[in-house]
């Protein structure tokens, strides 16, 4: 049985707009707010925290999601704008790592594919908020109990992390699989075309008002 732990705000529930929580129907586009963010490594211990410390983001929706001009922040006074010189796309049902080095041989054979700045995760507690110029917004906040060393947290459902499978090693010996599918099933299927992805976006919005009144 793995370890997981029921989180209090998770990717899909502390996000401004999200699959369950939207009532924008079929007029609302994809943007950052529909990511997931899937995996966390903030207490790496093959390499020190300021060169292996990443997370992954996963795209659900059937539309590419432009990272481009996206801020990176936490509760405090960390502050990252994403910038790659042109668009930043993350397609369809793909995986985005991001990550504080880019060199492989100081951060544990890790290839993210964004490197930032300014931004680093507690062990202990701290938040991932990402925020793009509309004000669609994606937070993460964890407490004690959430990380472990030299063990990534994956997202394992709805609102629940557990830490990764001890099987699944990448580079110089830390678990986790950046990148790609973790060691949960319910992050491997085909994400819906981008139609079916906001007719049921709609859907499920009305449902929670419908249930709410």
């Known amino acids: 049985m793995k370890n997981r732990y029921s989180r209090k705000c998770a990717a899909f529930l502390c996000a401004s707009t999200t699959l369950l929580l939207s009532t924008n129907s079929l007029s609302h586009?994809?943007?950052?707010?529909?990511l997931l963010i899937t995996e966390i490594m903030a207490n790496p211990a093959a390499v020190s925290d300021s060169n292996?410390?990443?997370?992954?983001?996963f795209n659900p929706t059937g539309s590419a999601i432009n990272l481009a001009n996206v801020s990176l922040s936490?509760?405090?006074s960390n502050l990252h704008t994403i910038s790659a010189g042109s668009d930043l796309f993350i397609g369809a049902g793909d995986y985005f790592v991001l990550g504080r080095n880019g060199d492989t041989s100081l951060n544990g054979g890790l290839e993210p594919d964004y490197v930032y700045s300014s931004f680093t995760l507690g062990n202990s507690s701290d938040q991932i908020v990402l925020t793009d110029g509309l004000g669609n917004e994606l937070r993460l906040e964890y407490t004690s109990g959430f990380t472990a060393s030299g063990i990534s947290t994956e997202l394992t459902g709805l609102n629940t992390y557990g830490l990764t499978d001890s099987s699944l090693v990448y580079g110089a010996g830390d678990i986790g699989t950046p990148g790609m599918a973790g060691s949960y099933a319910p992050l491997t299927a085909v994400p819906l075309p981008a139609?079916?992805?906001?007719l049921a976006s709609g859907l499920l919005g009305l449902l929670q008002i419908s249930r709410r009144s």
Request: charged share 20%; net charge negative.
């Open 52 to 57: 292996g410390e990443w997370f992954e983001l």
């Open 195 to 198: 139609s079916v992805w906001l």
């Open 29 to 34: 586009a994809a943007t950052v707010s529909d």
């Open 74 to 76: 936490d509760n405090g």
